[in-house]
């Protein structure tokens, strides 16, 4: 289990997480595994979303960073308690990021005591990150 830093009383920030991946191991995972890899990792809806860009890639290796931060945030890193399909990245209506939650992810989303999970995504052609707050308001 990862050990999740101190947070200050009275903050409702109750869990914060950053990851950071090469495009290309995603490319690469993509090349040898194909729809398995994609599979394990992505929701429908976010392999639908991804597909429809001219690149695909740096958005698959953005939203893969999203899961792996979240599961930073949570302190458990992925495994048995979070899998990769337990958290999905889908857009809200002005296009911004939104991270969403299976049956699991959402109970621990609420042991964690926080109500959402705010994301933040970007790439570039060779690197993509993320970074995810855990927030009790």
């Known amino acids: 289990m990862i050990e999740l830093p101190e947070i200050p009383s009275g903050c409702n920030v109750v869990g914060i997480g950053i990851d950071q991946i090469e495009v290309d191991r995603?490319?690469?995972?993509?090349?040898?595994?194909?729809l398995h890899f994609l599979s394990k990792i992505f929701t429908e809806e976010e392999q639908?979303?991804?597909?429809?860009?001219?690149?695909p890639v740096p958005h698959y290796a953005a939203r893969f960073a999203a899961k792996e931060a979240v599961s930073k945030a949570f302190g458990t890193g992925l495994g048995k308690e979070f899998g990769w399909l337990d958290s999905a990245v889908t857009h809200g209506l002005k296009g911004q990021p939104?991270?969403?939650?299976?049956g699991k992810g959402t109970k621990l989303l609420q042991e964690r005591g926080a109500k959402k999970a705010l994301v933040s995504?970007?790439?570039l052609n060779s690197i993509a990150s993320s970074v995810v707050l855990l927030v009790s308001a």
């Open 121 to 123: 995504l970007t790439h």
């Open 26 to 34: 995603i490319q690469e995972s993509i090349d040898q595994h194909g």
């Open 98 to 102: 939104i991270m969403n939650f299976s």
């Open 48 to 55: 639908n979303y991804c597909r429809g860009m001219a690149n």
